[in-house]
């Protein structure tokens, strides 16, 4: 049985390529070589805990993700369907790739997953979901990754049906072409779920630290009415962070009940919006950097009033600290531990998450109306 | 529950009675090995995870002559050698401005005049609004002192709702009796709130003590069985390897009983027994494990003997090495019957538990080191797979393993494969290391969280404390009374003194092999 090394200590079986009628002769078929072959019959199967569904458009997005299971796996072993909507199979309409995971463990081996790629032509996409429902594990709960560039609901029927297995479904805004656009179609569906079904963006884990920062330092205990104070907020972030700087703008609102007033572009990097909160004015103001990473950079709140200033400025530091800026400041400076999760790590820690977030999800109608007032 | 709420609409989402808050940890004893081992290290991994309160601060205070730059090197030491996660260079650097120094005696007034001009000093720096956590990190003897001091300083803060809150963390020992440790508790009421005070014990820290309310209130297969219809008896076994080390001086005077049962084994115990609580509050939860205190039977009178057994280790081997018995230990009087071993049988007087013997045992230089409570269940009847009376089916265990490794086990009758109709007893293994692939948190650590979120879910109340001493003063004044110059010896690496057998088998059951 052949075998490859996924870092440091997970390995996976060599694919088994077959047409999708073979996907469960073929789960077989790796389980029995591998207990003959590789455990010598000390083999463990992990508390299996999720259906992880995953769609992507291409196989170069698959090829990603594909890095980025045996990490989703190690925390939070599941049954994966990595399902390619627009790959291109060898024979036919579609085919089937099935290999097992699996970690070495002082005595024997534990097998942490088993990962079923359905990889169909664009004509057949229609196909993947009866695919999946087909090869899901009964009694386990069911999570549906989009991992598409698409915002979910203008992806259409394949996405209808899908979200239709799983009871949650987590997206990622990062790199929508049309942020506004896509607030506004997903906030709606969202709005349109019923009570049981979880929706999750991954920006919003993205933007958690920041969250909780920014909850903590303006906290009215160590900054007396800079919460009701706020009149300004700049915020710098990288290409493709400004559907992720939109959610964060949109939790502030909500929480704040700031209203949206107003919004425009005033360059092809630079975005502005006007909040009204108790007949004060918050201006927020969206600037891209030319280059870096998609990622929020630098987020100076301003509560100054006449002859009393009160500003902190956020700078991230590296992928592991953020900082407060003390030229920028009017608080002490201190570096705060806040690490850059992986996209991996995002995921495996929603898929333990099994409830709704409501204040995600007004976060997100507060997002909309900053888009409605956008669209103007 | 936290002692001042505040209005902050950005932590909203964030369960507030879990989120640490802003506040000075002041370590008493800051320059000793606790904190060196345990506490330091436990601060250092929630920071490096980010569970910390962005505005937070360290404070050691001792008598150790150090500055704060000869306190981040010895916090840096300590961390190298014992946090569960590597230290970092850069991280430390923006972690080490938070801790600091102050050199000082416990039973000084002046030091903590210092200490509290310190303490603003750090306030101001970080943004903390005055709340403050002493933990008390000294020997029994001087809490007293410690703690009048501080109230005396103006650093203890009245629960109103509006002052910063100040929270006190003991450690165990509280008292050797129940007379001392009623004074102890005297002591801390009359300068701290009782919802200040927070008695730990960090066995009740650790993963799998806290999953025994999930698994038994989380699974609706468990509780129905949960009673004395179904459950033969209980086994609690708290074992360690080591001898008595450089404790010899404390653990002389306490023994394994002071040592271990009055606090982290009756805790588990009453974990493992209490009743349903309606809400996870920790007052409610800490009512119903009261409840089980309440109801433990004395172990007094004619039935003393054939329900305590305690023993001392002699000589025997470790690891295959030589090892001294206990007298011979450093720091051991060579007369000392101070036991190293207890093995005991206790029962529960409520409806539930009624004529369920818990066995229990813990003691020093045992053949490993394993911490587990084994529920067995009864027997299924004497017919079917059960009619061979020469060979009777093993009856169901469900043995949770609290350390080494964290997890729990289900052993179950099965049919081996084949013609014949073969049954033999297989263990399911659940192991939190290998279900998992997180690592879960140090005790201390999960601990040092709650009390900055005040949370005392997993503390000690007052009656819990006195109640335990007031059961186990039963035992100790029984064998103070005896004036015994001998008690029974085990060797070095087994497990325990013949005594301790014939304690269960003559109720024709078994100490399981761990």
């Keep these: ?376 | 529950m936290p002692d001042k709420h505040y209005d902050n609409p950005l932590t909203a989402g964030i369960n507030i009675a879990h989120a640490p808050q802003p506040c000075t940890l002041v370590i008493f004893g800051g320059g000793g090995d606790l904190s060196r081992r345990k506490l330091l290290p436990a601060v250092f991994n929630q920071a490096l995870d980010g569970e910390l309160p962005a505005n937070f601060a360290v404070l050691g205070f001792a008598i150790e002559k150090m500055d704060d730059v000869g306190y981040r090197e010895f916090a840096r030491k300590g961390i190298e050698q014992f946090s569960r996660q590597a230290l970092d260079a850069t991280f430390w650097a923006d972690f080490e401005p938070r801790l600091h120094y102050l050199e000082g005696s416990m039973d000084n007034p002046e030091a903590y005049k210092q200490l509290k001009q310190r303490l603003d000093e750090i306030d101001a720096h970080f943004g903390i609004p005055g709340n403050r956590v002493f933990y008390l990190a000294i020997p029994p003897t001087l809490i007293e002192t410690c703690v009048r001091q501080l109230k005396a300083a103006g650093l203890v803060m009245p629960v109103d709702g509006h002052s910063p809150f100040s929270r006190i963390i003991v450690e165990k020992p509280i008292g050797r009796d129940l007379e001392s440790a009623r004074k102890v508790n005297a002591t801390l009421s009359e300068n701290f709130d009782e919802q200040q005070i927070y008695r730990i014990d960090h066995y009740l820290g650790k993963e799998t003590v806290q999953n025994i309310l999930a698994m038994r209130f989380g699974n609706a297969i468990f509780e129905p069985l949960w009673n004395s219809k179904h459950i033969d008896h209980v086994q609690i076994t708290v074992a360690e390897e080591e001898g008595v080390g450089t404790r010899a001086g404390y653990y002389d005077k306490a023994g394994a009983l002071r040592d271990m049962i009055q606090n982290h084994i009756l805790q588990l115990l009453t974990l493992i027994a209490m009743e349903p609580p309606w809400i996870m509050d920790a007052d409610v939860i800490r009512d119903h494990r009261q409840d089980i205190l309440n109801c433990l039977r004395p172990i007094t009178g004619e039935n003393f003997d054939q329900s305590v057994v305690r023993a001392q280790y002699g000589p025997g081997f470790h690891h295959g090495e030589d090892v001294p018995g206990y007298r011979r230990e450093v720091g051991v009087a060579q007369d000392s019957v101070t036991e190293t071993y207890v093995a005991l049988k206790l029962f529960i007087d409520n409806w539930r538990w009624a004529g369920v013997p818990f066995y229990i045992r813990t003691g020093k230089r045992m053949p490993k080191r394993a911490s587990e409570i084994a529920i067995q269940f009864k027997s299924v009847p004497p017919i079917l797979f059960n009619a061979d009376h020469d060979q009777p089916l093993e009856p169901n265990v469900l043995a949770l393993s609290i350390q080494p490794n964290e997890g729990l086990s289900l052993r179950i009758a099965t049919k081996l494969p084949g013609a014949k109709l073969k049954i033999f007893p297989v263990k399911m293994d659940f192991r939190y290391g290998s279900t998992f692939g997180e690592q879960s948190p140090e005790a201390y650590e999960r601990l040092l969280l709650d009390v900055m979120a005040g949370d005392a879910t997993l503390f000690m109340r007052r009656d819990a404390v006195e109640s335990s001493w007031a059961w186990v003063d039963g035992i100790l004044n029984n064998w103070s009374s005896s004036r015994t110059r001998w008690i029974p010896e085990y060797a070095a690496g087994t497990w325990g003194p013949l005594e301790a057998d014939r304690l269960i088998e003559s109720d024709n059951r078994k100490w399981r092999m761990l």
């Design chain 1, 1 to 376: 049985m052949n075998t490859s090394a996924m870092g440091n200590k997970m390995r996976n079986t060599q694919p088994r390529r077959g047409s999708i009628a073979d996907i469960d002769a073929a789960l077989r078929s790796l389980w029995s070589e591998f207990h003959q072959d590789v455990s010598g019959g000390h083999t463990v199967m992990r508390a299996c805990m999720s259906n992880l569904i995953i769609y992507c458009d291409t196989k170069e997005e698959a090829a990603l993700i594909g890095k980025e299971i045996p990490a989703i796996v190690d925390i939070h072993p599941a049954r994966v369907l990595l399902l390619i909507g627009n790959g291109q199979p060898k024979k036919g309409n579609a085919e089937s790739n099935v290999s097992i995971y699996y970690t070495e463990l002082n005595s024997g081996w534990q097998v942490c997953a088993e990962r079923i790629d359905a990889i169909v032509t664009t004509e057949a996409v229609d196909r993947l979901p009866s695919i999946a429902r087909s090869h899901l594990i009964g009694d386990l709960p069911i999570t549906l990754w989009w991992a598409s560039r698409l915002p979910p609901p203008d992806a259409g029927d394949i996405f209808f049906q899908l979200a239709e297995l799983a009871n949650q479904i987590i997206y990622d805004n990062m790199g929508w072409a049309n942020p506004a656009k896509g607030v506004a179609s997903t906030t709606r569906w969202v709005a349109a779920q019923q009570d049981s079904k979880v929706v999750h963006n991954l920006a919003w884990r993205r933007i958690a630290g920041w969250r909780k920062l920014i909850g903590q330092v303006l906290d009215p205990q160590t900054a007396p009415d800079a919460l009701n104070s706020l009149n300004s907020i700049e915020i710098e972030h990288g290409p493709h962070a400004l559907a992720m700087t939109w959610v964060l703008v949109g939790w502030l609102a909500s929480r704040l009940q700031w209203k949206a007033v107003d919004g425009k572009r005033l360059s092809d990097s630079e975005l502005v919006w006007r909040f009204q909160h108790q007949q004060q004015d918050i201006k927020v103001v969206a600037k891209r950097r030319p280059e870096g990473e998609p990622l929020l950079y630098r987020l100076l709140f301003d509560w100054s009033r006449a002859e009393q200033p009160g500003r902190i400025c956020f700078e991230r530091l590296d992928h592991d600290r953020i900082g407060i800026d003390e030229t920028m400041s009017t608080v002490p400076p201190r570096v705060f531990s806040a690490q850059i999760p992986s996209r991996s790590a995002l995921i495996s820690a929603q898929l333990a998450h099994r409830s709704r977030e409501k204040i995600f999800e007004e976060a997100l109608k507060a997002s909309n109306s900053m888009s409605a007032v956008f669209q103007k």
